[in-house]
């Protein structure tokens, strides 16, 4: 009794929270699931591709595209070498990446436009970063610039720790391990020239 009167007299905030936490899942399982169909969930020791395997592959393929004509800006509007030198280095890396990532998302039968392509997620340089970034030039160049690369690996970090923890294929898993200690390494050396400059 005593339960059920106070329940109706709870002020409407906590509802609103509660609302906005089921909101907040929802979009962080469509996230995670992508947008367009996959493969069923298979157990964690199988070598079948899941929903979450391809969820990653195409997120992270997403990414590493968008962030391409982010590191090239770099080359030539850089204050500082190294930091354009790494940003050369990285873009490469990440070319090679996303070859490795389209090969699992073939390997997976997964085929067509990759849905997160045209959407701006988290950790993505939108259209309008790179617009603004491409006037900048020198020290206001690399300010911008270390921001939106530091977002971008570190999103790429917390999606591969995802797919490591979650996902089902043992290629997929291994590249997300892989990936994550790159980005890790990449984000050190990122702070490192940041710091010294």
Known sequence: MFLARAGRHRPGPPEVVRVSRVLGFL????LLLGCSAAPAPAPASSGAFTTT???????????????????????????????????????????SGRGRLRALLAQARITGENPHARHDMPGMPTAADLTALSVLRDDAFDRRFVALLRAYLKQL????????????????????????????????????????T
């Open 27 to 30: 979009l962080l399982a469509v």
């Open 53 to 95: 395997d391809v969820a990653w592959l195409q997120l992270a393929e997403a990414l590493h595209t968008r962030a391409l004509p982010l590191l090239d800006l770099a080359r030539d509007r850089a204050a500082d070498r190294p930091l354009s030198e790494f940003a050369a280095r990285l873009g490469k890396a990440h070319e």
């Open 157 to 196: 970090a917390l999606v591969a720790k995802g797919e490591q923890g979650a996902g089902g294929a043992r290629q997929a898993r291994e590249l997300a391990s892989a990936m994550r200690r790159d980005h890790a390494a990449d984000l050190a050396e990122l702070d490192r020239i940041a710091g010294r």
